[in-house]
């Protein structure tokens, strides 16, 4: 009798851990488009003008880091987090804050990072988050093609 008890409880823990999982996977589809870096780390970057965007039909991100166009194709690395290597052109940096922002922003996507809708700061937008970053970022209205 109890290895029933046993049987029948491993077998609703099971499935409990799987639709919790399923709840947790990334939709990226609702994140196509492009987002404008707003805030990093908890400081303001906007001037930097950095942007990603993210295209979940052929599972790539393009963008700007401030300094360089940036590429790379988005791989799942768990149900929520994603990474990519990102190829970028080689253009120097204008200011610090483009260096800044550059640095970060190429580290958080290669270290791979979790994305979630959520309002900061006043403003509605996504956070990526990595093991050693944060960025907040804002969509961008119009079209997403704007490179």
């Known amino acids: 009798m109890s290895s029933k008890i046993l049987l ?3 077998i ?3 499935l409990l851990t799987a639709q919790l999982s399923a709840e947790k996977s990334i939709d990226l589809e609702k994140f196509s488009g492009s987002w404008h ?3 990093l780390d908890g400081g303001e970057v906007r001037k930097a003008r ?3 965007d993210f295209d979940a039909k052929h ?5 700007f880091d401030g300094c360089n166009r940036i590429s790379g194709n ?8 994603l990474s990519a290597q990102l ?9 610090n804050i483009h260096r800044y922002v550059s640095k970060r ?9 979790s994305i979630k809708e959520e309002k900061k700061y006043g403003v509605e937008g996504i956070t990526l988050k990595s093991a050693s970053h944060e960025l907040f970022f804002k969509r961008m209205e119009g079209k997403s093609d704007w490179f």
Do not use: Y
């Not at 599972?59 to 963008?63: I, P, S, W």
């Not at 988005?74 to 987090?81: A, G, N």
């Not at 922003?105 to 990072?113: A, C």
């Open 105 to 113: 922003l190429h580290e958080t996507v290669n270290e791979g990072f």
């Open 37 to 39: 870096l707003r805030v």
């Open 74 to 81: 988005l791989v799942k690395d768990s149900q929520e987090h």
């Open 12 to 14: 609703l823990l099971s």
């Open 59 to 63: 599972m790539k991100l393009n963008g």
């Open 8 to 10: 029948i409880t491993a």
């Open 87 to 95: 190829i970028s052109t080689k253009m120097a940096c204008r200011e």
């Open 50 to 52: 950095a942007i990603l």
